[in-house]
């Protein structure tokens, strides 16, 4: 079973940037497709980006321009670079494998203030 660990969030006025981090123990992870998801407060959690072992990149529309996935696979991380954070992407973000097969972290929290 991978444990994941995600950090890197906190408060960031709108327009602002932030990178969070998703740390994977395990060698499954080096074989999976990862996926950044995000819960708003009320909402479902929604896949927002996902990149491949070979480094192919999916994007929802909310985000695309402005949110970056990547991965090393050596060190088992995955990023999420985010520039021009809006209010409306203020939510706890998770990392998991795509499709979900792994326990859930606990998340971090990215408020973003207008």
């Known amino acids: 079973q991978v444990q994941l660990v995600e950090s890197g969030g906190g408060l960031v006025q709108s327009g602002g940037s932030l990178r969070v981090s998703c740390a994977a123990s395990?060698?499954?992870?080096?074989?999976?497709?990862m996926g950044w998801y995000r819960q708003a407060p009320g909402k479902q959690r929604d896949l927002i980006a996902r990149?491949?072992?070979?480094?192919?990149?999916v994007y929802a529309d909310s985000v695309k321009g402005r949110f970056t996935i990547s991965r090393d696979n050596a060190r088992k991380m995955v990023y999420l670079q985010m520039n021009n954070l809006k209010p409306e992407d203020s939510a706890v973000y998770y990392c998991?494998?795509?499709?979900?097969?792994?326990?859930w972290g606990q998340g971090t929290q990215v408020p973003v203030s207008s």
């Open positions: 998991n494998a795509f499709p979900v097969g792994w326990c």
């Open positions: 395990g060698n499954a992870f080096v074989f999976k497709t």
């Open positions: 990149i491949t072992s070979g480094l192919i990149t």
